[in-house]
DNA sequence: AATAATTTGGCATAATCTGCCAAGGAATTG
DNA sequence: CAATTCCTTGGCAGATTATGCCAAATTATT
């Protein structure tokens, strides 16, 4: 991956629809070899996919909860049944395994107040082995960017 | 926002490349009603753009890091020059204003842990008005998706 | 400096986008 | 309940874009 590969990485990132012809002139380059520059970012799985950023507001999903879990232990069926649950809950669009005092970080959406409540009570606890729950609400985003930062710093 | 609009955000969530043509045959609707709701979801802003999925390790970024950051005060001069100079942080992807213990949450991407280090010295610490850092790695994904829930559940 | 390997640019064909107009369907009103 | 109005849809035509192939140019290697 050379230097052209990340301009068409980070132009992708600002406009993930930008005609080839376009992405091509951006990164002084003609059509062809562009096209082909793209297709093999994504045959060699540097490019994951493309998607499109929706206002979640405007979506009906106002709300933004980052819930830290801790299990009740770490065994191997506990650890597998709840990375297994968890990643078939729609309302959890992000789940880490974190360093510190809590074993997973989840970013979970839903319409308000009273959704999270059934969120937690439905979605969450049946899933079982988790010892406690820290829930932080998103009062407003300062920023959010898909763009990753250049690689020489 | 009907049912189609939904159906038309979810398809592009999975992939927001798809061809207008295959998109309009996933919602059953011809190919010119189907763009002309796509161009009305980003003319209201529902849409916001689109964005290409980039597998960090690969570009070379492989660690990711979230961030309590707590401000020293609260006054109008420094929560203004925090979010001012955090917004211009090529590595923070995102920042959060936060309830409970700490003021902000942001995701952090770079390569390794001695960048990691450079990053807090050199691009946060100098800010200033920061009470305390909480810094979190992430140790593996479980769940990372764009598509967010359906409305009714 | 010569050769080999890789990458590029241009061209032709195929696919897609996009704006316009008539037809169809839903809602409203008398 | 029927007639009118309004909104949405579908199809068509011209413009734009994607895509595969081949020769030329560039880069790397020896």
Same mark, same amino acid.
């Given at each position: 991956?050379?230097?052209?590969?990340?301009?068409?990485?980070?132009?992708?990132?600002?406009?993930?629809?930008?005609?080839?012809?376009?992405?091509?002139?951006?990164?002084?380059?003609?059509?062809?070899?562009?096209?082909?520059?793209?297709?093999?970012?994504?045959?060699?799985?540097?490019?994951?996919?493309?998607?499109?950023?929706?206002?979640?507001?405007?979506?009906?999903?106002?709300?933004?909860?980052?819930?830290? $879990?801790?299990?009740?232990?770490?065994?191997?069926?506990?650890?597998?049944?709840?990375?297994?649950?968890?990643?078939? $809950?729609?309302?959890?669009?992000?789940?880490?395994?974190?360093?510190?005092?809590?074993?997973?970080?989840?970013?979970?959406?839903?319409?308000?107040?009273?959704?999270?409540?059934?969120?937690?009570?439905?979605?969450?606890?049946?899933?079982?082995?988790?010892?406690?729950?820290?829930?932080?609400?998103?009062?407003?985003?300062?920023?959010?960017?898909?763009?990753?930062?250049?690689?020489?710093?």
């Amino acid at each position: 991956m050379d230097g052209k590969d990340q301009r068409i990485i980070r132009a992708l990132q600002r406009d993930g629809r930008m005609t080839n012809q376009d992405l091509a002139a951006k990164v002084n380059l003609s059509p062809s070899p562009c096209l082909r520059r793209v297709k093999m970012l994504e045959q060699s799985g540097i490019i994951k996919g493309y998607s499109v950023d929706i206002d979640t507001e405007a979506y009906g999903l106002g709300v933004t909860v980052f819930v830290r $879990v801790s299990l009740a232990d770490h065994t191997d069926s506990t650890v597998k049944q709840f990375e297994k649950d968890i990643e078939r $809950v729609d309302q959890v669009m992000e789940c880490y395994v974190m360093t510190g005092a809590s074993d997973y970080l989840l970013r979970v959406v839903v319409a308000d107040l009273a959704d999270y409540e059934k969120f937690v009570r439905r979605k969450l606890h049946p899933i079982g082995g988790i010892a406690s729950l820290d829930s932080s609400f998103v009062y407003g985003v300062v920023k959010k960017t898909n763009v990753l930062p250049a690689l020489i710093d």
